[in-house]
């Protein structure tokens, strides 16, 4: 069974500080995606990932894929209220289809 | 364009009815996807249809629980003689490809 751990599960900040949340797994993934769900609604794909040490940037969102595609973490910068919201990371399987998910990070950016 | 869209939004039953939750996917998406989410955490695996091939149901916690995608279109997730335990809230999602794009979800509450 392949899982993965998201870490830390909670995370309060001000506004304006930075922050990383990781992903970890002992098992290899194909593709890494990241999810962002606000209350009352589904998660909201960020980004998709396949390459080992592949890093990708969305404005001041940085994601990062582990050399050894075990492992990923999602850097914000400068963080805003509108960050606030549940970040799920997602392992996808060789054929794409099927994803496991994280048990997520509940961030509060207080302003 | 129009996306994954499930009804109804908010369902309060008394434990041991039985409750249909459906799914409209997004036109044209091969794959859909049943999970299940309790409050704040992540996404529990319940079902996969993709196209024509037989269901993957290794996540359907029990019997009670069964899923039908009628004209690899609409999807009905049926829970029989519901139990407190199976509160939480069932998302729905479609995919093309990798990215797995959610409804709003149906919030369920076993009384």
């Known amino acids: 069974t392949q899982l993965l751990e998201q870490s830390p599960q909670f995370l309060s900040i001000q506004e304006g500080e930075n922050l990383t949340v990781y992903c970890n797994s002992s098992s290899v993934f194909s593709s890494l995606q990241w999810y962002r769900q606000e209350p009352g609604e589904g998660p909201v794909l960020l980004v998709t990932v396949v390459t080992g040490g592949e890093v990708k940037k969305l404005k001041r969102l940085t994601f990062q894929f582990g050399d050894a595609r075990k492992d990923s973490s999602l850097h914000i910068t400068a963080a805003q209220p509108g960050d606030t919201g549940l970040y799920l990371c997602?392992?996808?399987?060789?054929?794409?289809?099927?994803?496991?998910f994280g048990g997520g990070t509940r961030l509060m950016v207080k302003p | 364009g129009a996306g994954v869209s499930q009804s109804p939004s908010n369902k309060v039953t008394e434990k041991g009815k039985d409750v249909e939750l459906r799914c409209d996917p997004i036109?044209?998406?091969?794959?859909l996807y049943w999970y299940r989410q309790s409050l704040g955490q992540g996404l529990e695996f319940l079902i996969y249809?993709?196209?024509?091939?037989?269901?993957?149901k290794s996540g359907l916690p029990s019997d009670r629980f069964s899923a039908e995608r009628t004209g690899g279109s609409v999807s009905t997730l049926t829970i029989q003689r519901t139990q407190q335990e199976d509160s939480a809230v069932y998302l729905c999602?479609?995919?093309?490809?990798?990215?797995?794009?959610f409804g709003p979800g149906t919030r369920l509450l076993v009384l």
């Open positions: 249809f993709q196209g024509n091939s037989a269901p993957d």
């Open positions: 036109s044209g998406h091969t794959a």
């Open positions: 999602a479609s995919s093309l490809l990798r990215a797995q794009y």
């Open positions: 997602a392992g996808g399987d060789n054929a794409g289809n099927m994803l496991t």
